[in-house]
């Protein structure tokens, strides 16, 4: 599942500890997150997709597959 | 009680106190080898200094350690522990099939050992599952949709 967690923040200009401290994750998380190793949680990605002003189908998309997958 | 501590220090202390532990069985046991459980003791708070510096670092092992993981790090510690008692399993039935093969009297510690895995993996089914299948709730809803629609 591709999600668009890295473009989004790196839009805000935000570092990877920045985003990990605004949605209370550790820096590793948000890392496995953006890299598509981890998928978040229902709860957590309403919380991302919420932190970026964005609805989680736009977020996080089931049918693009994720690069280098 | 626990909440009195804090929570860099909450694991560390429990490994401490399971280390220390040992160091007084190993004491009361005495013997001429009394006094490895002043090593024994010595070894475990030095380790817990260790283990209490590596719970304060920024990765998923000191998360765990630290008692502040997250959902991903939380979920990586039970898969982790769930390796453990896998492995725990297996390592108390090969035990059970060698000592059953050389010295059945030395067997029961690995009887109970297998056993008592074996029970909490049932405990965890029962506990952690949904137990009773749930009334068929939709099937319900459907037929109130269809009288609705109808009406």
Known sequence: MRNHVREQRLLREMSQADLAAALSVSRQTVISIESGRYLPSLPLAFRIARFFDLTVDKMFDPDEEEAGA | ?151
């Open chain 2, 1 to 151: 009680m626990t909440r009195f501590i804090r929570p860099r220090l909450r694991k560390p202390l429990r490994r401490a106190v399971a280390g220390l532990g040992i160091a007084g069985a190993w004491a009361i046991g005495g013997g001429q080898s009394w006094w490895l459980a002043i090593v024994i003791a010595i070894v475990v708070v030095c380790s817990t200094a260790g283990w209490y510096v590596w719970a304060g670092q920024d990765t998923d092992e000191g998360a765990l350690l630290g008692s502040r993981a997250d959902e991903r790090q939380q979920q990586v510690g039970q898969r982790a522990r769930a390796l453990a008692g896998t492995v725990a399993m297996v390592a108390a039935y090969a035990g059970l099939l060698v000592t059953l093969a050389v010295n059945r009297a030395d067997a029961w510690p690995f009887a109970i050992m297998l056993f008592a895995t074996g029970l909490g993996y049932l405990f965890g089914l029962s506990s952690y599952g949904s137990g009773e299948p749930a009334a068929d709730e939709d099937a319900d809803a459907g037929d109130q949709a269809r009288a609705a629609a109808g009406g």
